[in-house]
C-alpha cells in the first residue's frame, strides 16, 4: 500500500521533533535558552551551511562574523544560498503561476514554493522540503492547539495558499483554506457548515467577518498576516466572546505566537533575533533573523522592515522568550472600490503589495494612495514606464479578478516617509 516507508517515516519524525521541541524550551531559562541557541547554531553550520556555496568561508565564524543581509541580498543570492540547487528564475516562475492560477499544488521537485511581497519592494521565495514542512507543523500544532489531543478542524483565510499550511492535516486535524480572491461573504455559507475550532485570518479579515455575523463556535481565533490593532482587536473579541491570539510568520519564518496569556513572544528555540535598534529608549527594533531549522533555503541575518516594540516586563505565562508588545511597520490600509452593483469592495493590501512586486522586474520603491473612490494614486522607484506598464496591467488583472470597476491610475515619483513616519505601502485618504 505504502510506497515509501521510510519517507513516511522520517516524515512522522520531524512532525514529532518540531512537537517536542515547542514543549521543551517553552518554560525553560532565558540561560538554558542561550545555550541551546548557540549549541543548534553550530550544528546548523555543520549539517546545513555546509552545503550552501554562499557561507562556505564563514563556516568556522561566531554568528557576529555573518554578513547581515535583507531580503534584496538575499534574492540576489537565492541560487547560491539555498543548499538545493535550486534556480531563483525557476521557482519564481512556479510561485507566480501558483498565484495566477489559484492552484498551489504544484511543486519544483520535492520542494514547495511560495511568494511573499513582505512590505519591502522585493518578491521573496519561501521554499520548504517535504522534512521541514513537516516539522514545522509538529512545532506549529504544538504552539497553536488548544488541546492537541482532539481533533481540530482549521479555517485559513489568507491570500494564498502553501502546501507548508497543508501540512497541518493529519489524521486528527482537518484543514480547509478560504481564498481571500473570493469576495468574503460568498465563503459564509461554507464556513457556518464547517464550523472550523480553529479560525485563522488576517486581522482585518476578521473583523469583515464579524461584521457578516457568521453563526460559528470556533475554540481559538488567530490572526496573522497584518498588525492586530487594539480596537480590531477588541470587536473580535466581542463578537467572538474570548481572546484573539496572534501569529507572528513571514516568508522568512515562523517567528512568534501569542501565550495562553495573549501577549506575543519570539520562537527563540528555533530562531535567533538580533535587534537593531530604532529607538532603544522605546524598546523598538527591527529583527535580525537567523532560523536555525530551515534547511533548504537557510535563512541567517537576515534583517527585516518589520518595526518590533519588546516589552520587558516578564509575562504572567511564565515564558523566557522575548515578549514582544507590539509589530508595526506593516500598517497597510484597506482600499475601498466599487464592484458593478456599486457596493464597496474591500481590497485587502496585501493583494496591491503581492501584485506590484510580482510584476515588476525592478521596483525598489512604491506607494498606493487611493484618494478618490475611483483614483489611485501610485508612486514607484525607478519611475519607469515598464513600471508604470507593469503595475498598470497587474492591477487590472487584479480588480478584474475581484470584480470591481477598474480605478483611474496616477502616476508619480516615489516621496520618502519623513523621518520616524512608519512606511506604509497602501494608504487610503478617501473616506
Ligand atoms: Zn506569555
Not at 24 to 34: I, M
Not at 286 to 310: A, G
Not at 387 to 408: C, E, K
Request: glycine residues 4%; charged residues 25%; aromatic residues 10%.
Amino acid at each position: 500500500m505504502m510506497k515509501h516507508p521510510l519517507k513516511r517515516i522520517k516524515k512522522i519524525w520531524a512532525f514529532v521533533t518540531g512537537f517536542i521541541r515547542a514543549k521543551h524550551y517553552q518554560k525553560t531559562t532565558r540561560l538554558a535558552l542561550l545555550k541551546h541557541q548557540t549549541q543548534a547554531f553550530n550544528t546548523f553550520k555543520s549539517q546545513t551551511l555546509s552545503q550552501s556555496s554562499y557561507y562556505q568561508d564563514y563556516l568556522d565564524s561566531p554568528l557576529t562574523a555573518f554578513p547581515v543581509i535583507n531580503k534584496k541580498i538575499h534574492m540576489e543570492n537565492f541560487d547560491r544560498i539555498n543548499t538545493a540547487g535550486l534556480s531563483r528564475e525557476k521557482a519564481l516562475e512556479i510561485a507566480i503561476t501558483s498565484e495566477n492560477t489559484r492552484d498551489f499544488t504544484p511543486s519544483y521537485g520535492q520542494y514547495a514554493v511560495g511568494l511573499s511581497s513582505g512590505t519591502s519592494g522585493h518578491r521573496g521565495l519561501f521554499v520548504s522540503s517535504e522534512i521541514e514542512r513537516s516539522e514545522w507543523a509538529g512545532y506549529m500544532m504544538a504552539k497553536a492547539l488548544p488541546h492537541y489531543y482532539r481533533s481540530q478542524r482549521i479555517a485559513f483565510f489568507l491570500r494564498a495558499n502553501n502546501q507548508l499550511y497543508e501540512s497541518t492535516q493529519s489524521l486528527f486535524i482537518q484543514y480547509r483554506f478560504f481564498d481571500l480572491m473570493t469576495e468574503l461573504k460568498t465563503h459564509i455559507n461554507a464556513l457556518e457548515q464547517y464550523n472550523p475550532s480553529i479560525l485563522i485570518a488576517p486581522a482585518s479579515v476578521l473583523r469583515n467577518l464579524c461584521l457578516l455575523k457568521p453563526n460559528i463556535q470556533p475554540k481559538k481565533i488567530i490572526a496573522v498576516a497584518e498588525v492586530l490593532e487594539e480596537h480590531d482587536k477588541q470587536k473580535i473579541s466581542t463578537f467572538f466572546g474570548q481572546k484573539v491570539h496572534q501569529i507572528y510568520q513571514c516568508t522568512e519564518g515562523f517567528l512568534g505566537i501569542s501565550c495562553a496569556q495573549g501577549n506575543l513572544h519570539l520562537n527563540e528555540d528555533n530562531i535567533i533575533i538580533e535587534k537593531q535598534w530604532i529607538d532603544k529608549a522605546q524598546q523598538r527594533f527591527s529583527p535580525i533573523v537567523t532560523d536555525l531549522r530551515r534547511t533548504t533555503q537557510p535563512i541567517v541575518r537576515y534583517l527585516l522592515d518589520d518595526v518590533l516594540v519588546e516589552d520587558i516586563t516578564p509575562c504572567p505565562c511564565g515564558s523566557s522568550h522575548t515578549r514582544i508588545k507590539s509589530i508595526e511597520g506593516r500598517k497597510d490600509d484597506v482600499l475601498q472600490l466599487k464592484n458593478e452593483a456599486n457596493e464597496n469592495v474591500d481590497i485587502y493590501s496585501d493583494f496591491i503589495r503581492n501584485t506590484i512586486v510580482a510584476n515588476c522586474q525592478h521596483i525598489d520603491e512604491y506607494r498606493v494612495i487611493q484618494t478618490h473612490s475611483d483614483t489611485l494614486t501610485i508612486e514607484c522607484t525607478p519611475y519607469s514606464s515598464d513600471n508604470t506598464q507593469a503595475i498598470t496591467a497587474g492591477l487590472n488583472v487584479l480588480f478584474n479578478r475581484l470584480n470591481v470597476r477598474q480605478p483611474q491610475y496616477r502616476f508619480q515619483p516615489y516621496t520618502a516617509p519623513n523621518k520616524g513616519e512608519k512606511r506604509r505601502r497602501v494608504i487610503r485618504t478617501f473616506k
